[in-house]
């Protein structure tokens, strides 16, 4: 039986992750509104109609002038004050890949009080250089607020991106992101007991093997890995052997931050 919560996926322009991310809601019993950019722009009042807003994965305007730029600029002047409406209702936005790119360049996320619509982070090309598709390790941080990460600690996501070098602007941003735990979500060695700072554990350079933050409140939480990517068990490379031996685990591990978000609006927003 479905909930009330309803989610709305922005689409278009280059986007390309619409119908996982669908999926990930619905599985959790939600109800996915999947719009054009433009369409939403000509109607803003939709966004009061939900309760959870997902910026999703693709090469929104092919990138250029960088990942997510043109798509938060967009975002920024012509959906800034419905937006804020929204955040301040209390809802729930998630930025997967080039959405994560989106949010941080308007200054969603970590929103650590620059001022609003102020950029204080970003993903920049990889270290490497080159466009990263690999399977990654994560460690969850159980003191941070994130809604998202709620009760996970290991988790296996997929990554493909060129531009997923967490940066930021200074070293006392850094520093305020790990006081205030905003860093839900790191880069891990195989076994996830330590932190990776090298290729390939940590696939692109981040700093402080940073894979995923969210604001101050927990509601806003981007990251780089594709958790609508690892839905069921077999969309993981390794199923056949992890049936074998008896692993093979009931649901991908990227349903559980799509559940954690449909629960948190259902106890909360509906």
């Known amino acids: 039986m479905s909930s009330k919560v309803k989610v709305i996926i922005i689409t278009g322009y280059g986007l390309n992750c619409e119908n996982e991310t669908s999926i990930g809601f619905e599985i959790c019993g939600a109800t996915t ?3 054009h950019f433009k369409d939403l722009v000509a109607d803003s009042g939709k966004l009061r ?18 990942a997510g730029t043109v798509l938060a600029n967009r975002t920024k002047y012509r959906l800034g004050a419905p937006l804020t409406e929204f955040i301040n209702d209390g809802k729930l936005i998630i930025g997967i890949c080039n959405g994560f790119q989106t949010i941080t360049r308007m200054g969603l996320v970590p929103a650590l009080g620059a001022g609003d619509f102020e950029s204080e982070v970003a993903l920049t090309t990889n270290s490497q250089g080159t466009f990263r598709d690999a399977w990654v390790n994560l460690k969850c941080d159980p003191a941070s607020p994130c809604v998202f990460t709620k009760g996970i600690d290991k ?4 990554i493909r ?15 305020k992101l790990e006081e205030k735990k905003l860093v839900a979500l790191r880069y891990a060695s195989a076994d996830t007991t330590k932190i990776a700072t090298e290729f390939p554990d940590n696939p692109n350079g981040s700093e402080n093997a940073i894979a995923g933050i969210c604001n101050s409140s927990g509601r806003i939480f981007g990251l780089m ?3 609508e990517a690892y839905l069921s068990p077999y969309n993981h490379p390794h199923w056949g052997r992890q049936k074998i031996d008896g692993t093979l ?14 629960n948190f609006a ?5």
Do not use: Y
């Not at 685990?249 to 449909?262: C, E, M, T």
């Open 161 to 175: 991106h060129g531009e997923g070098k967490f940066v930021a602007k200074n070293t006392a941003t850094i520093e």
């Open 155 to 158: 988790i296996s996501l997929p």
């Open 33 to 35: 509104t999947k719009i």
């Open 225 to 227: 890995p594709h958790p």
């Open 266 to 270: 259902k106890d909360n927003l509906v």
């Open 49 to 66: 109609e939900h309760h959870i807003l997902a910026f999703v994965g693709g090469f929104s305007f092919g990138d250029h002038l960088g």
């Open 249 to 262: 685990p009931p649901d991908g591990s990227g349903k559980q931050i799509f559940d954690n978000a449909v």
